[in-house]
């Protein structure tokens, strides 16, 4: 009758205290990596991964992310081509919600290269810098060859595509309806 009890009680007692949860799985789409380096998008925030050479740990892998309210995926991409046609003088600043971006451009073996460097959390005591990268590589890393580039529309259009998709349910679901009452005139005539 002990184990029996013990038994009930160290079950109800599992079920109670459960701590694992099921949550919703939200995909996260590349938009395009090469190497250590890579531009991904999870909804409306897109994120650039890459692994930090700062560290004296090379498996840290450290990232980045912004909305992309006005264009700001187009216009990053655009200023980081600018500079390789026209290096600045300077490092190029950008302030992101949480980090602050420097693009540092220097030549490597005559070929101009761009680094990501990363003050995490706007602190200068905490830096993060990214491998160089080639215009090829700043092209595969933005998704201008694998034609995911389109993906950096603002989701609003996602919605509307989402929105006539189910307005064509609903159109195909009617169908059927004005079709059967066609089909009940027929045996009629």
Known sequence: MRKIILLITCMFGISVFSQIKVLKNE????????NSVGLYK????????????????????????????????SGLYQLIMDGFISPPDENILLEL??????????????????????????NRKYVGKSQFLTRKQVDKIFG??????????KPATMHQING???SSNQASTAAPASNSSSKNKKPRK
């Open 144 to 153: 201008k060859m694998n034609g995911k580039a389109a993906m950096y529309e």
């Open 97 to 122: 919600p949480n980090d602050i971006i420097e693009l540092h451009y220097e030549k490597n073996y005559g070929q101009p290269t761009v680094q990501f460097i990363q003050y995490i959390n706007k």
């Open 27 to 34: 995909s996260l789409v590349e938009i395009g990596k090469d």
């Open 42 to 73: 999870k909804e409306d925030k897109f994120t650039i991964n890459y692994q930090d050479l700062n560290t004296s740990n090379l498996n840290t892998i450290r990232s980045f992310s912004f909305q992309n309210l006005d264009s700001d995926v």
């Open 164 to 166: 006539a998709k189910s």
